[in-house]
């Protein structure tokens, strides 16, 4: 990880931080030092968990893309299948074969491989129908 990919305080916001009681969703917390290992051990240990994720990642752009800035910045994919966290360099095993992550043409794709970029308007949509 290079020093440009966190704050000049060492730490990084929580993409996930609504969900699952994040303590960096609390007011005045800039962000999470070991920010991995708190994606692991938080939002992605159970497979409720991840269920609840993998709906949100599909289905808000701003938290998507939240996301593919925060892996990219650690150099990390999710594999949209499993919900696992893994190093660019690493493939995803399953019974049915290999997930690999494939940067893209644009630098913001690939990085969440198999949970399709929901687009903005539709996300807005969403957004304006759940707040009536």
């Given at each position: 990880m290079t020093t440009s990919s966190t704050s000049s305080e060492g730490i990084w916001p929580c993409p996930f931080r609504r969900f699952h009681c994040c303590p960096d969703g609390v007011v005045g917390n800039k962000g999470i030092a070991r920010?991995?290992?708190h994606l692991k051990r938080l939002h992605l240990s159970t497979d409720e968990r991840k269920c609840v994720l993998r709906e949100a990642i599909s289905t808000d752009h701003g938290l998507y893309m939240a996301?593919?800035?925060t892996?990219?910045?650690f150099d990390q994919w999710l594999c949209g299948k499993c919900m696992t966290l893994h190093a660019v360099s690493r493939a995803c095993h399953h019974p049915d074969g290999l997930v690999h992550f494939a940067?893209?043409?644009n630098d913001m794709?690939?990085?969440i491989v198999g949970i399709s970029n929901p687009?903005?308007?539709e996300s807005e949509t969403k957004h304006l129908l759940r707040a009536k």
């Amino acid at each position: 990880m290079t020093t440009s990919s966190t704050s000049s305080e060492g730490i990084w916001p929580c993409p996930f931080r609504r969900f699952h009681c994040c303590p960096d969703g609390v007011v005045g917390n800039k962000g999470i030092a070991r920010l991995i290992s708190h994606l692991k051990r938080l939002h992605l240990s159970t497979d409720e968990r991840k269920c609840v994720l993998r709906e949100a990642i599909s289905t808000d752009h701003g938290l998507y893309m939240a996301v593919e800035e925060t892996l990219k910045l650690f150099d990390q994919w999710l594999c949209g299948k499993c919900m696992t966290l893994h190093a660019v360099s690493r493939a995803c095993h399953h019974p049915d074969g290999l997930v690999h992550f494939a940067e893209g043409s644009n630098d913001m794709s690939g990085y969440i491989v198999g949970i399709s970029n929901p687009s903005n308007k539709e996300s807005e949509t969403k957004h304006l129908l759940r707040a009536k």
